[in-house]
Structure formats: structure tokens, C-alpha cells
């Protein structure tokens, strides 16, 4: 079992930057790759971008360019550096991990909110 926790949200001006990270602890080992998901109210949580083991990274279009999600495997930890902020942004920030390619993203967290307004 894994345990995700995320930090680093806040109130942020449009083309501002925010660092949000992802803390992991329990069964680290088992971890194939993670992700940072986003939910707006009223919306699905989607995909933002994802990072395997190894370090490969892809990313939705609308982080593309603007965000970097990053892993520091000896501190347990995933990063989302986001840059270029918009207000479309906003949203409840959450991390996930599976344990292979062939598995759905779970183990969340209980989120971190991001909001991006003057």
C-alpha cells in the first residue's frame, strides 16, 4: 500500500509559479510511475502529466510547455514546477501512483488546491 500526500497549493496571480509536491511513504518499491491529476468543480479529474520510474515524463497539452513534473526518488517525493499560470488552472490538485502500466493511477491523496486569480 502506498500513501501520497500533497502540498504546495495556494492563491497564485495569472503568470505566476507554484511548486506543488508529492510526498510518498509505505510500499515504495512497488511504484511504477506517478501522476498529477487535476478536478475543477464541476469537471472530471483529468490527467496533467506523469512520470515512470525511470524518469520518462508526458504531459497533457495544456501543460505542456508551462508545467515540469519531476521525481526525487531518494526523498519519496514528485514535483509539479508550474510556470505561466492561468486562471483555467484552478483546480484541486492531486497525485496518484500504480504499480505497472497496465493499472489505473489510485492511492490519492487528499489533494491540494491551486487557485490562480487576481
Known amino acids: 500500500q502506498v500513501q501520497l500526500v500533497e502540498s504546495g497549493g495556494g492563491l497564485v496571480q495569472p503568470g505566476g509559479s507554484l511548486r506543488l509536491s508529492c510526498e510518498a511513504s509505505?510500499?515504495?518499491?512497488?511504484?511504477?510511475?506517478m501522476a498529477w491529476y487535476r478536478q475543477a468543480p464541476g469537471k472530471q479529474r483529468q490527467l496533467v502529466a506523469l512520470?515512470?520510474?525511470?524518469?520518462?515524463?508526458n504531459y497533457s497539452d495544456s501543460a505542456k510547455g508551462r508545467f515540469t513534473i519531476s521525481r526525487d526518488n531518494a526523498k519519496n517525493t514528485m514535483y509539479l514546477q508550474m510556470h505561466s499560470l492561468k486562471p483555467e488552472d484552478t483546480a484541486v490538485y492531486y497525485c496518484?501512483?500504480?504499480?505497472?502500466?497496465?493499472?489505473?493511477?489510485?492511492?490519492w491523496g487528499q489533494g491540494t488546491q491551486v487557485t490562480v486569480s487576481s
Open positions: 496518484g501512483a500504480r504499480a505497472s502500466i497496465y493499472e489505473q493511477f489510485g492511492s
Open positions: 509505505g510500499s515504495i518499491s512497488s511504484i511504477y510511475s
Open positions: 512520470i515512470t520510474h525511470v524518469g520518462i515524463s
